[in-house]
């Protein structure tokens, strides 16, 4: 029989707690490093589809000869894989440009800039306002660096622009 003050008892008690405590922390343990490595895991999605949505936003006006352009289409194709961005310029010219259906802006990165715009709804049926070559994914002499946050990117076109110079033929 143990004397009062014996410190065997406490620790036989105090050893088996502390047995039942880690057994439970253990898989606490195991469930909160996988719940922590799926969040770490998720967070770059999260960053570009969570709030605020994608990185880079752009606006400008698109030109013809120095004049606003209304009613053309301006879409960004990316040199890497991922979605195109387009928008429709103003009465004014002024342009924004969207991801998808809701997506305003896009990702940063090298983009080739097509620009079509003609005077009926329909480009087959009326005449184009804008050459072939601005609206020509392959072929269009306009290029553009988005960067991460807004970005303001002015669109001067010119009616006689030739693909195969490059230049503008007066």
Avoid: W
Wanted: proline letters at 7%.
């Amino acid at each position: 029989l143990p004397r009062h003050g014996d410190k065997s008892e406490g620790r036989e008690r105090f050893d088996r707690a502390m047995t039942f405590s880690v057994r439970q922390i253990r898989p606490m343990t195991r469930t909160c490093r996988h719940v922590l490595s799926m969040l770490v895991a998720a967070m770059p999605l999260a960053m570009v589809i969570g709030c605020g949505g994608l990185p880079a936003t752009v606006e400008g006006v698109v030109t013809l000869d120095g004049r606003p352009l209304s009613g053309a289409i301006v879409s960004f194709y990316p040199d890497t894989s991922g979605p195109v961005a387009y928008g429709m310029s103003l009465d004014d010219g002024s342009y924004r440009l969207k991801t998808g259906a809701k997506q305003q802006g896009l990702r940063p990165g090298s983009y080739r800039v097509t620009v079509a715009a003609s005077d009926t709804q329909t480009p087959e049926a009326g005449d184009r306002m804008t050459p072939r070559v601005y609206d020509d994914e392959s072929k269009t002499p306009l290029r553009v660096e988005v960067v991460k946050g807004a970005n303001r990117i002015p669109l001067a076109l010119e009616s006689t622009f030739t693909a195969s110079s490059g230049k503008a033929s007066r």
